[in-house]
């Protein structure tokens, strides 16, 4: 059956065998991840299949199949999806900082939690003062691994 999936990120997808996807987003928080366990003749035509393990009677034509080591500092969100907690000093983090504007609100938060922030005077577009807040924090990047793994290309 030929369909489009919607948003199956972080679950085992409902791909059926035989079936022809056209797209969805099956993407998964660790690389190698084994989806469709005993899935077999599927034609991928499209779809975001991040960090999943193609099954090797599966045609692959088209769609993303990237594997990628996530940054738990920088996607919090993925955390409670599975993706572990890392320390601050991760091996993912840059030894480069950088200044980011915050809002007002976040800086009182960082205030209030004792982290530093700067903050400075602007001109807005209407010619007024305004005051920017600016933290200085670590850049966190995410590894890309490897391209594809154990994808089937079919004609």
Not at 41 to 56: K, M, R, S
Not at 135 to 144: A, I, L, Q
Request: aromatic share 8%; hydrophobic share 30%; charged share 25%.
């Amino acid at each position: 059956m030929i369909r489009t999936f919607g948003n199956h990120a972080f679950t085992d997808p409902p791909i059926k065998s035989g079936d022809t996807v056209l797209a969805g987003n099956f993407m998964q928080h660790t690389p190698g991840t084994v989806i469709c366990e005993g899935v077999e003749g599927v034609t991928v035509e499209g779809g975001l299949f991040v960090n999943c393990l193609i099954p090797d009677s599966w045609i692959w034509r088209h769609g993303n199949n990237c594997q990628i080591e996530f940054c738990a500092n920088r996607h919090p969100e993925m955390v409670a999806h599975g993706l572990p907690a890392e320390p601050d000093d991760c091996p993912h983090r840059s030894p480069t900082m950088v200044d980011v504007e915050v809002s007002r609100e976040d800086a009182v938060k960082l205030k209030t939690g004792l982290k530093p922030f700067t903050t400075t005077t602007r001109k807005d577009g209407n010619g007024l003062d305004e005051t920017v807040f600016t933290e200085t924090k670590y850049v966190y990047t995410d590894r890309v691994l490897k391209p594809k793994i154990k994808a089937k290309v079919g004609p």
